[in-house]
C-alpha cells in the first residue's frame, strides 16, 4: 500500500508546529509505527510478522524529512530503540531535496565567519534553498492544473507561508555537523530536473548513505517538474523504482 504523510497545513489550514526537520521527522515516524502497528495488530496473535520493510519518498523539503525519517528508523532499529515494531527502510527515492548546503557549517564560529562574510561562500552558503522569487510562479502552476483562479489566490498565500517557515528550519538543519560516516546503508535515487534544480548533487547525496546513489534528470524545473506535462516523465521514473523494489 501507499501512504502519503501531510502536515494539513495546505490541506486543513492547520499551523505550522514544527521548529526542526527533526520534529517533523519524528512525527512522521509516529504516524509510520502507528500504520504498522495496525498490520502486527491484523496478524496471527502466534505468528510474530518478520520485519516490515518499507521505502519512502519526497519531493523539496518533504524529502528532506523523509530521509531523516529513514536515519532515525535506521538507528533505532540498531540500538533496539522504542519503535515497538521491526522496520527497515530499504529504499529512498527523492525529487530534487536539498540535503546539505553547498558550504558546510560545522562549528558556530565558522557559522559566524560564514554569516558575516560578504564573500560569494556567504551567498552559497544558502544556494540550495529555492528563493521567495522563485516561488511567485506557482499561481502558473494553479492555471495549468486547472484550479479556479479564485481559489488560486489564497492557496498561493497559504504555500507561500509554508514555504517560509520550511525554509526556516531547512537553514536550521544545514547547521548539523557532518555525519564521519554516512548514516543509511539502502540506495537512493535522486531525480533532479535537468535546469532550476536547487537539490543536493550527488555527493550530498553520498553523504546519506553507503549505498547505491542514482541520479537521473527529469523534465521541468524544480517547482513544475511534478505538474503537467513533467509529471509524465517524473511518474514513469517513479513507477521504474516501484517495479524494482518488487524485484
Known amino acids: 500500500p501507499f501512504y502519503v504523510l501531510d502536515d494539513r497545513v495546505m490541506s486543513s489550514g492547520a499551523d505550522f508546529e514544527f521548529t526542526s526537520v527533526e520534529q517533523a521527522a519524528l512525527n512522521c515516524v509516529d504516524l509510520v509505527v502507528a500504520e504498522s502497528q495496525k498490520y502486527y495488530s491484523a496478524s496471527d496473535p502466534n505468528v510474530r510478522p518478520g520485519c516490515l520493510k518499507i521505502a519512502v519518498g519526497g519531493w523539496s523539503y518533504g524529502g528532506v524529512v523523509m530521509s531523516c525519517l529513514a536515519a532515525i528508523i535506521d538507528d533505532r532499529r540498531k540500538s533496539g530503540g522504542d519503535l515497538n515494531v521491526d522496520l527497515e527502510v530499504v529504499d529512498i527515492i527523492l525529487f530534487d531535496s536539498p540535503l546539505r548546503e553547498a558550504v558546510t557549517v560545522v562549528t558556530k564560529q565558522e557559522e559566524a565567519r560564514v554569516d558575516s562574510s560578504p ?47 520550511c525554509t526556516e528550519i531547512l537553514e536550521i538543519f544545514y547547521r548539523r555537523p557532518q555525519h564521519p560516516v554516512p548514516v543509511l546503508t539502502c540506495p537512493i535515487t535522486h531525480v533532479r530536473p535537468r535546469s532550476g534544480a536547487h537539490g543536493s548533487a550527488e555527493s550530498g547525496t553520498q553523504e546519506l548513505t553507503s549505498g547505491s546513489v542514482s541520479m537521473i534528470g527529469s523534465g521541468g524545473d524544480h517547482w513544475t517538474m511534478l505538474f503537467g506535462s513533467n509529471a509524465v516523465e517524473a511518474s514513469g521514473i517513479f513507477k521504474k523504482w516501484h517495479a524494482n523494489l518488487k524485484r
Request: hydrophobic share 35%.
Open 119 to 165: 564573500s560569494s561562500s556567504s551567498v552559497e552558503r544558502k544556494s540550495r534553498l529555492p528563493s521567495k522569487e522563485s516561488f511567485s510562479d506557482i499561481s502558473l502552476l494553479f492555471k495549468e492544473e486547472n484550479i479556479d483562479q479564485i481559489e488560486a489566490a489564497p492557496i498561493s498565500e497559504v504555500a507561500l507561508a509554508h514555504f517560509s517557515k
